[in-house]
């Protein structure tokens, strides 16, 4: 188990180089507000120790002027040091009204900015293969978690409100200093210490989400969801499983929080030991300030600026709610780096996302990059070829695929059979560029990898997405420079055989294809097919000279399958295809069928070829034309396959 030790113990980092991931977000989000803001935080920080400086100078003026009235000597020191009071309070509220404006602007724009710079990562990301990795899902749980918790509902004024109290607390260090070098220094450690208990406490409940704890607090969270989401609703029901459930999560809940608690009892000393700490030293420079005074040592102004200087190191230490904002969001930008990390093949942060690719149509697109950019429409078929393709899943011992080789010429329409689990639709993910080859190499286009030949490769999963987002989106996103070509849209609509169910549809092609939505549709299962059909036609139309099935027709009878596949061939004739089925019958047309066994192709030729030979398939043939045969009442296409 190559992760299990990354999970137990969560990345740990230098403060500072959270404050510089912390850093680099908000540069790239705004930089020259954030330079502002800066020197305005600076400003606001500062002002309140020259404050308490001019009020010492405005009391030790005092007496001279009821001595001596305003023309003695004190009378321009007093004066002076009035204005300099009113001034700096004037430019403290007005510094305060700027910096929390700046601040809520500078909310907006940091929350953005992380939202755009994990989507960049996860969507950069050229394959799946990272997103299927523990650890990453640990870190993405985490980033999520803490933006549920609303970590980044105002994370510059929060961390606003932290600098300016450091500045405070320097500020106030640096006056006491002028009293006795140890007195700041005794203070200083005593909150330090305080400081570090707090952020340890913090941190190890932070660790728990992101570390130990994580997975389960992720399995337990996936318990709840069975309990309350309509996706397994029915399941639930039927099965009895209600009970079983709560129970689960109940205990899984549980075993969760242990970690947190654990962390809690592990800080009790520790608190106690901070607290005497902070009584202990507050004793000792007040005394001493004390003795000073009265021994003449210290005059009133001076016993006034340094007994504001012990009250402000306290800024030191602890400043509750901000510093566990800010904590948390500098915990959050240590989580992407951690996530930067592991995710390769991506930039951040720069940039944005997100908008319709202007270059849909024009320009190549770089290994990695998002899969709304797509290759030029070269049209034409696409010939591809596998040469001792070997691939393993992570977290895998034996491979998947083990020496495939295929060669297929542009314009062939291929079958790929094989039994369950001999690694069919592994094959397909690994022509799209959803993983790459442990050994051997695919090239499609005489010399490209998939990831190079994205936009010229369409498919249909198993497991199509059904987006629940207008008809238009569902059928456009097979080829995005297309969104807005009625003309095309329809036509693969149609060509699908989806026409009817646009007619059908109260918005036409506006409808949401969710009941979630005011006027939204909910489709059957067969709809939903001949609406994934029609996106993947749209990339066809769109420049795809590759179009794969890999056995989306789940939900049709074999009849329904069988005209489906057949009006896939006609649709598609002069571009490559490639069909996965179970239901042989369904790709007996194919121009070449294969089969996938052990890993590798281990027959080939046409259907009568393949009969034939009496290998594999048609052992497979034969069963399934048994079984129809015995159906009761099986039905025309099914006795097709009896009689070959
Ligand atoms: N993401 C994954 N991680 C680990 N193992 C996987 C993953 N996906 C598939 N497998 C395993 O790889 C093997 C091949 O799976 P694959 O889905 O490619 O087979 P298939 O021929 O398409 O099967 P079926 O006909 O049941 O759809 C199976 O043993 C499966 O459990």
């Known amino acids: 188990m190559p992760h299990e030790a990354e999970r137990a113990a969560p990345p740990r980092m230098m403060d500072l180089s959270r404050w510089r991931a912390l850093g680099g977000l908000l540069w790239s989000a705004s930089r020259w507000r954030v330079a502002f803001f800066g020197l305005v935080v600076a400003l606001v920080g500062l002002l309140p120790t020259a404050v308490v400086l001019t009020t010492g100078a405005l009391i030790q003026a005092i007496p001279g002027v009821i ?112 009293f006795r070098w140890w007195a700041p220094l005794v203070l200083f450690i005593a909150w330090q210490l305080t400081n570090r208990v707090y952020l340890t406490a913090m941190e190890r409940g932070l660790s728990a989400k992101s570390g130990p704890g994580a997975e389960r ?124 990390e592991r995710l390769p093949g991506h930039r951040m ?17 770089s290994e990695g990059s998002m899969d709304g950019v797509r290759a030029a429409p070269a049209g034409g078929a696409v010939a591809l070829r596998l040469d001792g393709v070997r691939f393993t899943y992570r977290g895998r011992v034996l491979p998947t695929l083990d020496g495939l080789t295929l060669d297929v010429p542009a314009g062939q329409s291929l079958a790929v059979v094989g039994e369950n689990g001999a690694g069919k639709s592994t094959l397909i993910k690994l022509l799209c560029g959803l993983y790459e080859p442990d050994g051997g190499r695919i090239t499609l286009d005489g010399g490209r990898t998939p990831q190079q030949s994205r936009g010229r490769i369409a498919v249909i999963f198993q497991d199509f ?30 060509d699908a055989g989806g026409k009817e169910l646009l007619e059908r549809l109260s918005c036409g092609w506006d409808t949401v294809l969710s009941r979630e939505f005011q006027n939204g549709a909910d489709l059957s299962g067969g709809q939903w097919q001949r609406v994934a059909l029609a996106r993947a036609l749209t990339a066809v139309r769109g420049g795809a000279g590759l179009l794969i099935l890999d056995e989306p027709t789940a939900a049709l009878d074999v009849r329904a399958e069988t005209e489906l596949f057949e009006r896939f061939l006609e649709l598609t004739r002069g571009i490559t295809t490639i069909l996965v089925s179970h239901r042989l019958s369904s790709v007996r047309r194919a121009d070449r ?27 497979m043939y034969s069963l399934q034309a048994d079984r129809f045969a015995a159906a009761p009442d099986g039905d025309a296409a099914e006795r097709e396959v009896e009689h070959g």
């Open 67 to 178: 001595r001596d009235g305003l023309q003695g000597p004190g009378g321009t020191p007093a004066l002076l040091a009035l204005a300099g009071l009113a001034v700096g309070l004037a430019a403290l509220a007005v510094g305060g009204n700027v910096m929390s404006q700046q601040a809520g602007v500078l909310d907006s724009d940091l929350a953005l900015e992380v939202h755009h710079t994990v989507a960049r990562m996860t969507l950069e990301t050229p394959g799946v293969a990272p997103l299927e990795d523990p650890a990453v899902a640990n870190e993405l749980e985490a980033v999520q978690d803490a933006e549920r918790r609303g970590v980044l509902q105002r994370p510059v004024t929060q961390l606003a409100g932290v600098v300016t109290a450091r500045l405070r607390g320097l500020g106030a260090f640096a006056v006491l200093l002028g």
């Open 593 to 619: 069928i294969v089969v996938v066994d052990g890993g590798r192709v281990a027959e080939d030729g046409t259907h009568d070829e393949l009969m034939k030979a009496g290998g594999l398939y048609a052992t």
């Open 349 to 365: 942060p720069s940039g944005s996302i997100g908008a319709v690719p202007a270059a849909a149509a024009d320009g190549e697109p």
């Open 465 to 494: 997405v059904r987006y629940r987002l207008p008809l238009r989106e569902n059928v456009g996103f097979g080829h995005l420079g297309l969104m807005n070509d009625a003309a095309a849209l329809e036509g693969a609509l149609r």
């Open 217 to 340: 607090l992720r399995r337990s969270e996936y318990l709840r969801s069975l309990a309350v989401e309509p996706a397994a609703a029915k399941e639930i029901r039927v099965f009895g499983l209600a009970g079983w459930s709560v129970g689960q999560y109940g205990d899984a809940w549980m075993e969760a929080l242990e970690v947190l608690w654990a962390n809690r009892r592990a800080s009790r000393r520790l608190n106690a030991a901070a607290i005497v700490a902070l009584g202990v030293s507050h004793a000792l420079v007040l005394g001493a300030l004390g003795m000073a005074a009265s021994r003449g040592e210290v005059a009133l102004a001076g016993l006034f600026v340094f007994a504001q200087a012990v009250l402000a190191t306290a800024d030191l230490g602890l400043i509750g709610d901000a510093q566990n904002w800010t904590s948390q969001t500098l915990h959050l930008a240590g989580r992407l780096t951690a996530l930067r």
